[in-house]
């Protein structure tokens, strides 16, 4: 499987220390399996590092210790990684390895460590009356992940490329007569031949009404002459994800049907002609929505416009709707950062259409990563 290379995990080390320099923070205990992968290359499914100003401590069971041993030497070896093998429990090591830090300002991922083992950490570092070295912090490693780097933007090419050619070949899976949960099937056994480590998320078909529903799960169905047809993919590849969606016609689409996907795609067409560096996310979303509304459908486009794509299929940036209380951190778009545009139509009981592709932001404006046609196909 393909790892960032050692050079690109030391820049991210950096830019983190940089920001724990900028929180007055001596050390972040990292607890998010993505934010882990993103600093180690470390895919399993248990781990936590302590990432201080010089050292990147690493705590990991038996399980994994032959794993990280095999990338000792290699190109995309992690950095000064210093392992602990845990036996047992890990907040008790990771306790121990707090212990040199107790009169220290020790960031915790907030939004990643649950209230009873926070309670329990900070209650056992705090037992012989030392002060709690434990202070919240939030979205510090996502901040690092919002704008790829030189690697990330070339996996993340590469699985774009795979995903449209998937997209290609499951046209001819989507017949009447078949039902939705078959073509999603079909669709997941293409992911795998094309090489992708799995389906992003559960795989969407909509038909007919259900093309109504934005996240269709797939039903038995049978897809009928005529349908609307929703087809919303997408797969990991090198630990990153990418994310796909056409509407296609099965038999002869009626007036309103081609009026409603011509609508979505010029939607999808504003919006990222709108993308650029500088612009507001915000103002992206509303380049979608005011060519819905100026179809008579802004009611029908209830979602936000797109989502970072990256080691999760649902990351920063969001480009949604400007309302009271929603994240306005890097309103701005900014090079590097890769999204997704998948503006939508829906209407309950007839229904619905979305398109979507993924770009990534460059000096010139967006880049498609995903390149399939987007016209109405009659299959
Ligand atoms: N299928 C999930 C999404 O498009 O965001
Ligand atoms: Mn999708
Ligand atoms: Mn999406």
């Known amino acids: 499987m393909a790892s960032a290379p050692s050079d690109a995990l ?7 220390r940089a920001a724990l320099t900028g929180a007055s923070l001596d050390a972040l205990v990292v607890t998010s399996l993505p934010n882990i992968l993103y600093l180690t290359n470390f895919a399993g499914s248990a781990a936590i590092v302590v990432l201080d100003r010089e050292r990147i401590r690493f705590l990991t069971d038996s399980r994994y210790v032959a794993a990280i ?8 070896e992690c950095p000064d990684l210093e392992m602990t093998v845990v036996a047992g429990s890990y907040d008790v090591r990771l306790a121990e390895a707090l212990g040199p830090y107790r009169a220290a300002r020790v960031g915790f991922e907030s939004a990643h460590l649950s209230v009873a083992r926070y309670n329990w950490l900070a209650r056992t570092l705090t037992a012989d009356g030392a002060p709690n070295p434990l202070a919240p912090t939030e979205g510090v490693v996502e901040e690092a992940r919002v704008r790829k780097d030189a690697y990330e933007v070339s996996v993340l090419r590469e699985a774009g490329h795979r995903l449209s050619a998937v997209a290609s070949s499951v046209y001819s899976l989507v017949r009447a007569g078949r039902s939705e949960r078959d073509v999603a099937a079909d669709i997941d056994w293409h992911l795998r031949r094309a090489g992708f480590q799995r389906p992003a998320f559960e795989t969407i078909v909509g038909s007919g009404p259900h093309a109504a529903l934005p996240h269709a799960r797939p039903s038995g169905r049978i897809i009928g002459e005529g349908d609307l047809v929703v087809l919303d993919f997408g797969g990991v590849h090198g630990s990153y994800c990418v994310d796909l969606t056409r509407t296609v016609a099965v038999g002869k689409p009626s007036d309103r049907a ?4 011509e609508a979505v795609r010029q939607a999808q067409a504003r919006a990222i002609a709108a993308i650029r560096p500088g612009v507001s996310r915000f103002d992206i979303d509303a380049a979608a929505r005011s060519a819905l509304a100026e179809q008579g459908m802004a009611e029908a486009f209830g979602h936000g416009t797109g989502h970072g794509l990256g080691i999760e299929v649902h990351e920063d940036p969001r480009v949604v709707q400007r309302r009271p209380g929603v994240d306005t ?3 701005a778009v900014d090079t590097g950062m890769v999204f997704t545009v998948e503006p939508g139509a829906y209407f309950p009981g007839w229904g619905g259409a979305r398109i979507e592709d993924d770009v990534v932001v460059t000096d010139q404006g967006a880049e498609l990563l995903t390149m399939v046609t987007n016209e109405l196909l009659e299959l």
């Open 10 to 16: 030391r820049r991210r080390h950096d830019n983190v």
């Open 329 to 331: 951190r890097h309103e």
């Open 69 to 76: 041993a095999d990338t000792r030497g290699k190109p995309y």
């Open 258 to 261: 081609r009026q409603v996907h």
